[in-house]
């Protein structure tokens, strides 16, 4: 359930990204921009309409590969940003700045827990 919002919500910034890049595309195509002969030449009318069902096909692979990376990385890295914090030293950390392998604390080797709630389920720990 939680993989279709990262879905939908990578789908919503990709159509963005990709709309706003778009007309770029078209232009950089029209004057006949090269990055590997260093001028600018304009290309006439038909020879841009000529080239355009194949600059399209490579624009829609570009974006369809961006989607897929892009939500590939919202849907492994969610959950990345939960904060931790030592039983023993009170020490936060991130969830991927801990020791993957065990879930100890980098400073002391004590077990790490949730943060949120901590200090409910230890009221000692108070100042």
Not at 18 to 32: A, E, Q
Not at 92 to 106: A, E, I, P, R
Not at 110 to 123: A, D, I, K, T, W
Request: aromatic content about 14%; proline content about 5%.
């Amino acid at each position: 359930m939680e993989t279709m919002k990262y879905i939908k919500q990578s789908a919503k910034r990709v159509a963005i990204f990709s709309l706003l890049i778009l007309p770029f595309f078209l232009i950089c195509i029209k004057v006949g921009y090269n990055k590997w002969a260093g001028d600018i030449k304009p290309i006439p009318w038909e020879a841009f309409l000529a080239l355009l069902p194949k600059a399209m096909i490579i624009y829609t692979a570009n974006v369809i590969c961006f989607f897929i990376i892009y939500t590939m990385m919202l849907i492994f890295l969610k959950g990345s940003n939960d904060s931790y914090i030592c039983t023993k030293c009170e020490n936060v950390l991130k969830k991927w700045q801990m020791d993957k392998n065990s879930g100890k604390c980098t400073a002391c080797g004590s077990n790490m827990e949730p943060l949120e709630g901590f200090y409910e389920r230890h009221p000692e720990k108070r100042d």
